[in-house]
């Protein structure tokens, strides 16, 4: 079965920007949900931005004002932009489509079917 597959971390330094990019495979990009997760070194995974198919986002409260995620239906593609970014902000992120609960999209990873390998980020200060 075909993976979901992010590209597009790296290091860089605080205040710098990066977009994570997620090639999607049909039968997950059909899926109500699509979000961003990310897991620091002896961190839980966290939820990060999701996207209801419908153009709803919900954000991590650390992270809105500096990321926008989004879609590309033509190319089954889904996008994290990360601005300003901070120290703090170091993790490997992944991709995942899911369901909603209750006609949302929540940032819980339990809700999501399908799943990248990740990418890394590094910021540095």
């Known amino acids: ?10 290091s860089v330094q605080a205040g ?10 049909g039968y997950a990009y ?7 997760f990310r897991q620091a070194p002896g961190k839980e995974r966290e939820g990060v931005a999701t996207l209801h198919r419908g153009g ?12 926008t995620i989004s879609r590309d239906n ?16 170091t993790a490997t992120y992944y ?12 940032r819980e990873s339990g809700d999501m079917a399908y799943w990248g390998k990740g990418t890394l980020v590094t910021i540095s200060s």
């Open 56 to 67: 709803d986002t919900n954000y991590a409260d650390s992270v809105k004002g500096r990321f």
């Open 16 to 25: 710098g920007s990066l977009r994570l990019s997620c090639a999607v495979p």
């Open 95 to 106: 991709c995942a489509a899911g369901q909603m609960f209750y006609w949302s999209c929540r």
């Open 74 to 89: 033509a190319k089954n593609t889904l996008y994290l932009q990360m601005n300003s970014l901070k120290p703090e902000d």
């Open 30 to 36: 059909s899926s109500a949900c699509m979000g961003w």
């Open 1 to 10: 079965q075909e993976q979901l597959v992010e590209s597009g971390g790296g």
